[in-house]
């Protein structure tokens, strides 16, 4: 029975058939896992970009794919950058003869005649002849490649560089392989022009994102919900107690405004629009305008915050100045109007007291006349002294001097007042080098403070006193000027030498008198200092150093 199945075998031919079945089979098999291993590449490829993976782990995981269905032992990129075709990555990285970078003359390269011609060229040592000598063979030889596929980079109808795979078999041109090369080259260069813009467009975001966050003004911009959507770092600084402001709304935020203010208004118009803010006892000039996508669709505002408190307190003092400015100038020629009735007066004074008996009444009555007359002449004269800021000049002067000045000027409406002022001078006090006309303004200023806070103070004995000396080791000058007036606390002492901080009304004072008198203070090499406590009256101390003291050191 078994030789008949066998000889029925043989005689039908059913045993070869089975074999020709299997040996197909096999390489349909074969044929599949190639296709798939095909289809990895090309995914890695993708999946390449979308993990920001480097090129070169890139080439790394294709190749060691490819070495499971090519004899290819090398993969190399090259691409244009500006005019030039340049060797940008090659694995595995020990295998080159060309350094990274190296460019690729035009006239006799293998892989430029690839980038002109647009197709694909298989290079095979044996065939080449001798008519033909490329740029690269020296550097194929140094490696030990017989055989190189170079396929070009094509993105948008024209080549962007040149993918090179190496090999020291032979590789053949197979129509179906070089489908799957070509295939796997486009898609290289679609994936390093995506690479390539997705960096620029991160490079645009940090600049961007740096640009914005540097701005010193706040930046804020919202959604059409009216709800922060983002904020620049000062606009933290702008409002330190609001803690987090993305997803807070932008009304509660910034505007205290009434619904029919025309600027909420035109908020709420989403209208590009500008207007003067008071914030939290804050001046600020905000902007405001809309922002559209590529459809020009309306989808988010930005509000631009510029804080100019001191810019507007600056121009209300620097009006402020030019009228006390036109002030100094009046009273400069007032005081020289002044000066010619005084000389009659006081000369006929004279002529009269001359011709007039000691006993005689009009005699006191005429000494009066000239006492009081030269009196004024010596307040017109300090008066002159004062008015003249743009004559300082640094010489020898005498701070003593400097409080007679200031006294003469002020020290009869003190007197008048009710105020006692008690000048204890150090006659032995030498010379500084300074102007005495700026210290003379800087007692004045002092003097001027000191009369405000014992007009703020219901204290029935009212005093200002004047001490001069010589510090210990004679290394410096120092004046004080001592009230007992209202006094200061902590937190309004370590503000009064800013430019424009007063406690003062508008018709008494605008900040200026210390922050201008520290100033000429600093210019003379000295400093000024203030100690106060509330309720109990102010000291300043004015520290002036000595010029042979600063010579020896």
Known sequence: MKNRERMIELLTGVQSSKRNYYTELKKTVGELQKKNIQLEIINEVMKGFNVEMSMDDLLRNVLEKLKSIFPIERISLS??????????????????????????????????????????????????????????ENAFTEMGLNSIYLFPLN?????????????????????????????????????????????????TKKKWEKTFQAVPDAII???????????????????????????????????????????????????????????????????CYPIFNDSNVHFASIIYLEDVTAKRRIEAQLIQSGKLAAIGEMAAGVAHELNNPLTAIMGNAQLLLRK????????????????????????????????RQDEYLFESCSVNESVHQALGLIGNQLSRQGIQVEAILDDTLPDIEGSCQQIGQIILNLLLNAKDALEDSDKSDQH?????????????????????????????????????????????????????????AQSHGGTLQAESALGEGSCFILRLPIPEYENDH
Request: glycine share 6%; aromatic share 10%.
């Open 221 to 287: 911009i919202f959604g059409l919900n009216r709800v922060i959507l983002q904020a620049n770092e000062a606009a933290y600084h702008y409002f330190p107690t609001k803690g987090r402001l993305i997803g807070q709304p932008v009304d509660e935020l910034l505007f205290s405004l009434e619904e029919d203010h025309p600027f909420k208004k035109k908020i709420v118009e989403l209208q590009p629009s500008s207007s003067e803010l008071h914030i939290e006892n804050k001046i600020y000039e905000c902007h």
């Open 356 to 387: 007039a008996e000691i006993d005689d009444r009009n005699y006191r009555l005429l000494e009066a006349i000239y006492e009081c007359g030269k009196r004024s002449k010596n307040i017109i004269q300090n008066l002159l002294t004062f008015s």
């Open 79 to 136: 691409l244009i950058e500006g005019k030039n075709l340049i060797l940008t990555n090659v694995y595995p990285t020990n295998s080159f003869a060309l350094k990274i970078g190296t460019q690729f003359p035009k006239d006799c390269s293998l892989y430029w005649n690839v980038m002109n011609s647009a197709k694909p060229f298989l290079y095979k040592k044996q065939n080449q002849s001798n008519q033909h000598h490329w740029f690269e």
């Open 155 to 203: 993105r948008k109808g024209h080549a962007t560089g040149v993918l090179s795979l190496g090999s020291k078999g032979s590789l053949e041109n197979d129509s179906s392989d070089l489908s799957f090369f070509q295939q796997l080259s486009d898609q290289l260069a679609v994936c390093i022009e995506n690479t390539n813009l997705y960096k620029e467009v991160l490079i």
């Open 464 to 520: 200002i006193t004047l001490k001069t000396l010589l510090e210990e080791e004679s290394t410096s000058i120092v004046l004080t000027v001592t009230d007992n007036g209202c006094g200061m606390g902590e937190d309004v002492l370590s503000e009064i030498f800013h430019p424009f901080y007063t406690t003062k009304n508008a018709t008494k004072g605008h900040g200026l008198g210390l922050s201008v008198s520290i100033g000429i």
